[in-house]
Every structure is written in structure tokens, then in C-alpha cells.
């Protein structure tokens, strides 16, 4: 269960003082401990709170029989050593609130792009129970990705998740199927082109050898490397890649199969296929907008009888 508990939120959000918060607080998590449920109690926009508001929540959680405290980044405002010293200040507020021992959990949006980064901050500080999403699916630029904190913690930190990164890539195509929102090319981990290679230097290097452009074997999660050879092709590609397949060739001929490899590809028409892709986009794009505000007018319109008109100011 989750509440905010800053005066933006109280004032815009809530419509409620902080005294009404803390007693609904209370009462919400004693109903749920009488129903022998482990609650997790997460302060929303924790990082925009003053840090003796959020230890008087969290003291008003722990006291209703709350098992777990979370911080939520709602903002994606954390910088990974802001993370840090947040947590530490929790976690030497509560011991002198003599809460000891508590699980924290914590929930890192990614704004600005430093939800994984502000995650693994977070663990390093002590957090036990990061809260992820796969492939960072979430509100506006969504949350720390599943696939990005476990292969850091399993490859980075050498820690063990107890997650099958196997079924990672496809677990992310499933997901990505029901969002119905595509991922970008260059997602890390999961991304169509996070094992890809295009230019000349990286082909060339990676035929010799996997490892000398990526971090670590795809096989770990299920996936393959796949070399581009397109308009950035040069001759030495070609070469390594005859070499490999013991063709013997001129440097001519090498020269002559570089250019029409390039050659195919800058005269394929790009034209009607960015006119396919923004189509595509389009609808997609309206897929989760919902209705357009002139069809919230009209059944606005049609239920009430009266016309919106401009909005009041507040």
C-alpha cells in the first residue's frame, strides 16, 4: 500500500492534511495486518519529502505492523549518490526511532534516464528489495528494467539473483507483445540491436572474435550476435569474412564485393518504408492515448447536456 505524504501531494493530489494521511495510514495497514497479510508500505515521491516527514509516516507505518518500508523516486529525481545519502539518513532515523532490522524497498522511476543506476545505488546501500519492471514498462518513461538490474547485479557485481536469465529476452518479447508498444532498437540487454554490429571495425573484429565488441555472451539470455552487413561495409569485413570461408580472392575482387554490398543498400527506396513506420507509429501512438479531447467534449456534451468550456483557473 502506498500514500505521498509533501504538501504538492497533500494540496493537488490528496485534498488532505498530513494529520488525515497518517490516521487513514495507520488504519490501512492494521485492517491489512488482521487479514495476515506482509505489507509493504511505499511512500510516494519519497525524494521530494522532508526527511522528518518521511521517517513520521514510515514510524506511523512500522507502528500499524508494517513488515517493509519503500522509497519511491516518483520523479526520477535520485542521483545514485543522492540515493545513497537519502537511504542512510532513513536508516539512521529509524534506528533512533529504535526501528531496527527493517526491510526497505525502493522503487526508482526513470526520468532521467538513472532508474538502474539509482537502483543499484540503492542495493549497494542496503536495500533488499528493489522493485523493477521488465523491459522498464511503466508511467511516462517507466521504472528500473528487470533485465538490466539482473544481468548488472549477476555480471557486474557477481551476485547471484536467483532469476533464469534464459528466459529474460523472451519474457520481454512477451510483455512487449501486450503493451503493444514496440521497444527501441537500442534497449540495452533486450533491444533488437544490443548484440549488432554494423560498422566495418566492429563486423571485421567480431568475426575474429566474439567478445571484442560485447560485454558478455548473448547466449546468457537467449540471444545470438547479429552482424549488419550493409552501406557502413568495408573491405576489411569482406576479407575476414572470405578468409574465414577459405575463399581466396583478389584485393579487386574484395573491393568490387564491398561496393555492391553498399551499393544495394543506398538504393533501396526508404521513402515508402518511413511513410509505413510513421503509420505504424500513429496508431500505435493512438492505442494509448484513448479518445481525442474533442470526443471527451461531445459524450461530455451528450451526459450532461452542457458544453466544456475553458478551464477554470484553480
Not at 517507466?142 to 539482473?150: C, N, Q
Not at 560485447?214 to 572470405?242: C, N, S
Request: glycine content about 6%.
Amino acid at each position: 500500500m502506498s500514500t505521498a505524504f509533501n504538501n504538492l501531494n497533500l494540496q493537488y493530489v490528496l485534498n488532505k492534511n498530513a494529520e488525515q494521511i497518517l490516521e487513514e495510514t495507520s488504519q490501512a495497514v492494521e485492517h491489512a495486518k488482521e487479514h495476515n497479510f506482509k505489507i509493504t508500505f511505499m511512500l510516494e515521491d519519497a525524494s521530494r519529502t522532508p526527511l522528518e516527514d518521511i521517517l513520521k509516516i514510515y514510524k506511523t507505518a512500522f507502528d500499524a505492523g508494517a513488515n517493509r518500508l519503500a522509497i519511491e523516486d516518483t520523479v526520477g529525481i535520485l542521483r545514485p549518490l543522492s540515493t545513497r545519502y537519502l537511504i542512510s539518513k532513513i536508516k539512521a532515523g529509524l534506528q533512533e526511532l529504535k526501528i531496527e532490522d527493517m526491510e526497505l524497498s525502493i522503487k526508482c522511476h526513470n526520468d532521467f534516464g538513472l532508474a538502474t543506476a539509482n537502483t543499484l545505488a540503492a542495493i549497494e546501500e542496503g536495500v533488499t528489495y528493489p522493485q523493477v519492471c521488465v523491459a522498464g514498462y511503466g508511467e511516462r518513461t517507466g521504472l528500473a528494467p528487470l533485465e538490466e538490474v539482473v544481468t548488472t547485479f549477476e555480471l557486474l557485481y557477481n551476485k547471484n539473483t536467483g532469476i533464469d536469465a534464459h528466459k529474460l529476452y523472451r519474457l520481454t518479447q512477451l510483455v512487449e507483445k501486450s503493451f503493444t508498444w514496440p521497444l527501441a532498437f537500442h534497449k540495452s540487454v533486450v533491444g533488437d540491436d544490443a548484440f549488432s554490429h554494423a560498422s566495418d571495425k566492429q563486423v571485421n573484429a567480431m568475426m575474429k572474435h566474439p567478445l571484442t565488441f560485447e560485454p558478455f555472451p548473448p547466449k546468457m539470455i537467449d540471444r545470438q550476435t547479429t552482424l549488419y552487413r550493409g552501406r557502413h561495409i568495408g573491405e576489411t569485413a569482406v576479407k575476414t569474412y572470405l578468409e574465414l570461408h577459405g575463399i581466396n580472392a583478389t584485393q579487386e575482387q574484395i573491393e568490387t564485393i564491398a561496393q555492391r554490398i553498399r551499393r544495394s543498400q543506398e538504393n533501396l527506396d526508404k521513402g515508402t518504408k518511413m511513410i509505413e513506420f510513421y503509420e505504424i507509429k500513429k496508431a500505435l501512438r493512438q492505442l494509448r492515448e484513448g479518445i481525442s479531447e474533442e470526443e471527451l467534449k461531445r459524450i461530455v456534451r451528450q451526459v450532461t447536456g452542457q458544453r466544456v468550456k475553458k478551464k477554470l483557473r484553480h
